[in-house]
């Protein structure tokens, strides 16, 4: 028997079949996760079709009002579910309790949110008036890196703006989602919020399925390409957040002990597993030196280990499989590159991977060209601004970056040049609820957060009446 069930159409049910899911830092197996049927993806998707109509009269300070106490149970639960979360994803204690408190802050935020109607034009020929009226049936599909912040990004703004949801959590990480949908079943009228788990076998079917409205999808950017395809079928709306290979670009001018931290957080938070980490960094050849070796200075000081212990800074790879293709990136560094930190695994149990840092690496490896998405990060020269902004944008990702100098207008004129939904200055990784954020290029398609993300949960529908 297991402690986690799946929520569907307001009850907690156990699947129709099981997976073992595991704690990444000992491969030990946490629990027996229950893994949904095709027949139970379908009535949790009949069941959101069959909520739907009562939640989308529901007036909106009334659904604001279960969003904002969806937001009191995640921060009355937080050491529980940040618990579950470091031993199923593997992050510190410490990161995964920052993880649960953003969730709260961003529904509380996007719950905030309004949909006004917004008057057109009134004159003496017409009113028109825009409404934004909710979808149906959403279906918001998450990865294993950040599964309940991510989980933040949509859920909220899926149910303020009126629409049902189905969740389906990424196969390795289904734990936290589970017990969240467990703490918050009660607060939502039946069928409102359904939460399956799947062993990577139900996302087609689920992004296929006829009564589902829109599909809203983070992953990797191949995966991506599937779920547009699929959605084509039934011209579902999507919203992708995808892969990045954020380049980071340290100017000739800064100050390399100051910048230093701020890199290394950029690029190793979450042992590299964030889609907007710095993946590729650009120094300055007066600076390179100095750079790198701030940057190994740190890494050295780095405390890997199990997140569950007091004073880990990196914790293990998520999942086996993204640990044997970070192991591929470090026999690429280690014959493209000078490894000056780390790399290599660990020799323990867990998925352990050493923060490694990769010096006179270039454009033609697969550590520059491809998505490490883990700790292994290269460094690259350069002696031209025009030509590092050229090798920055010569991608198909365009997720992140960051420009480091001290002359910030200097920055901002590059950083205006880059081909990418977030550009930061001297920074990277800061994100809230209030700044909207989606990928260029390969790297998605859509936008979440803020206004501009609340409204891509809805259908615009104009009302063009006579003169009042
Ligand atoms: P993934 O694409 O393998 O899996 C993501 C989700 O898609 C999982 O829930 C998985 O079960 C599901 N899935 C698998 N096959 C599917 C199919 N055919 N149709 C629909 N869904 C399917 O990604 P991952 O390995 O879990 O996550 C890592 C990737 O996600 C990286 O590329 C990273 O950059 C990206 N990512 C992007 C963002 C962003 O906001 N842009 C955030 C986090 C991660």
């Given at each position: 028997?297991?402690?986690?069930?799946?929520?569907?159409?307001?009850?907690?049910?156990?699947?129709?079949?099981?997976?073992?899911?595991?704690?990444?830092?000992?491969?030990?197996?946490?629990?027996?996760?229950?893994?949904?049927?095709?027949?139970?993806?379908?009535?949790?998707?009949?069941?959101?079709?069959?909520?739907?109509?009562?939640?989308?009269?529901?007036?909106?300070?009334?659904?604001?009002?279960?969003?904002?106490?969806?937001?009191?149970?995640?921060?009355?639960?937080?050491?529980?579910?940040?618990?579950?979360?470091?031993?199923?994803?593997?992050?510190?204690?410490?990161?995964?309790?920052?993880?649960?408190?953003?969730?709260?802050?961003?529904?509380?935020?996007?719950?905030?949110?309004?949909?006004?109607?917004?008057?057109?034009?009134?004159?003496?020929?017409?009113?028109?008036?825009?409404?934004?009226?909710?979808?149906?049936?959403?279906?918001?599909?998450?990865?294993?890196?950040?599964?309940?912040?991510?989980?933040?990004?949509?859920?909220?703004?899926?149910?303020?703006?009126?629409?049902?949801?189905?969740?389906?959590?990424?196969?390795?990480?289904?734990?936290?989602?589970?017990?969240?949908?467990?703490?918050?079943?009660?607060?939502?009228?039946?069928?409102?919020?359904?939460?399956?788990?799947?062993?990577?076998?139900?996302?087609?079917?689920?992004?296929?399925?006829?009564?589902?409205?829109?599909?809203?999808?983070?992953?990797?950017?191949?995966?991506?390409?599937?779920?547009?395809?699929?959605?084509?079928?039934?011209?579902?709306?999507?919203?992708?957040?995808?892969?990045?290979?954020?380049?980071?670009?340290?100017?000739?001018?800064?100050?390399?002990?100051?910048?230093?931290?701020?890199?290394?957080?950029?690029?190793?938070?979450?042992?590299?597993?964030?889609?907007?980490?710095?993946?590729?960094?650009?120094?300055?050849?007066?600076?390179?030196?100095?750079?790198?070796?701030?940057?190994?200075?740190?890494?050295?000081?780095?405390?890997?280990?199990?997140?569950?212990?007091?004073?880990?800074?990196?914790?293990?790879?998520?999942?086996?499989?993204?640990?044997?293709?970070?192991?591929?990136f470090l026999e690429d560094a280690h014959k493209n590159g000078n490894v000056i930190a780390g790399g290599s695994a660990m020799d323990r149990p867990g998925y352990f991977i050493e923060p490694t840092l990769v010096r006179d690496i270039k454009e033609g490896s697969r550590l520059v060209d491809e998505e490490q998405f883990g700790p292994v990060l290269?460094i690259i020269k350069y002696s031209d601004n025009e030509d590092v902004i050229r090798r920055a944008n010569a991608t198909n990702y365009g997720l992140g970056a960051s420009v480091w100098s001290s002359d910030t207008a200097r920055a901002h004129k590059i950083a205006s040049r880059i081909e990418a939904g977030t550009v930061w200055i001297n920074k990277?990784?800061?994100?809230?609820?209030?700044?909207?954020?989606?990928?260029?290029?390969?790297?998605?398609?859509?936008?979440?957060?803020?206004?501009?993300?609340?409204?891509?949960?809805?259908?615009?529908?104009?009302?063009?009446?006579?003169?009042?």
């Amino acid at each position: 028997m297991s402690d986690y069930n799946l929520l569907i159409d307001g009850k907690m049910v156990p699947g129709d079949l099981t997976m073992p899911v595991l704690n990444p830092a000992t491969e030990d197996v946490l629990a027996q996760c229950p893994r949904a049927s095709k027949q139970q993806l379908d009535q949790a998707v009949a069941a959101a079709k069959a909520a739907f109509p009562a939640w989308a009269a529901t007036p909106i300070e009334e659904r604001r009002k279960l969003v904002i106490k969806m937001a009191e149970a995640i921060e009355a639960n937080g050491n529980e579910l940040a618990r579950i979360l470091t031993s199923e994803q593997g992050k510190p204690l410490a990161d995964a309790t920052g993880e649960v408190m953003g969730m709260a802050a961003f529904f509380r935020y996007l719950g905030s949110l309004d949909l006004p109607m917004r008057v057109v034009e009134n004159s003496g020929d017409r009113r028109v008036e825009a409404y934004r009226r909710p979808l149906g049936v959403v279906g918001a599909i998450i990865p294993w890196n950040y599964p309940l912040l991510i989980l933040s990004f949509k859920l909220p703004s899926v149910l303020l703006a009126g629409n049902t949801l189905v969740v389906k959590p990424a196969p390795t990480t289904p734990l936290s989602t589970l017990r969240f949908a467990e703490l918050v079943q009660d607060i939502l009228p039946k069928g409102v919020l359904n939460v399956i788990a799947d062993a990577n076998d139900l996302g087609d079917h689920m992004t296929k399925h006829p009564d589902i409205r829109k599909i809203s999808f983070t992953g990797s950017t191949a995966t991506g390409q599937k779920v547009m395809a699929s959605a084509a079928q039934t011209l579902k709306r999507i919203t992708l957040e995808l892969g990045g290979n954020d380049a980071g670009i340290v100017l000739d001018d800064v100050d390399p002990k100051k910048v230093a931290p701020g890199i290394f957080e950029g690029a190793f938070q979450n042992s590299g597993q964030v889609c907007l980490a710095i993946k590729r960094l650009y120094v300055h050849e007066s600076v390179y030196d100095e750079i790198c070796n701030e940057l190994v200075a740190i890494a050295k000081n780095t405390v890997v280990d199990d997140g569950s212990k007091q004073g880990t800074k990196l914790g293990p790879l998520q999942n086996k499989m993204q640990y044997e293709k970070v192991k591929a990136f470090l026999e690429d560094a280690h014959k493209n590159g000078n490894v000056i930190a780390g790399g290599s695994a660990m020799d323990r149990p867990g998925y352990f991977i050493e923060p490694t840092l990769v010096r006179d690496i270039k454009e033609g490896s697969r550590l520059v060209d491809e998505e490490q998405f883990g700790p292994v990060l290269p460094i690259i020269k350069y002696s031209d601004n025009e030509d590092v902004i050229r090798r920055a944008n010569a991608t198909n990702y365009g997720l992140g970056a960051s420009v480091w100098s001290s002359d910030t207008a200097r920055a901002h004129k590059i950083a205006s040049r880059i081909e990418a939904g977030t550009v930061w200055i001297n920074k990277h990784l800061d994100m809230a609820p209030n700044i909207p954020f989606g990928g260029a290029k390969q790297s998605g398609i859509g936008t979440e957060f803020a206004e501009e993300g609340l409204a891509e949960f809805t259908q615009l529908q104009i009302i063009n009446a006579p003169p009042a």
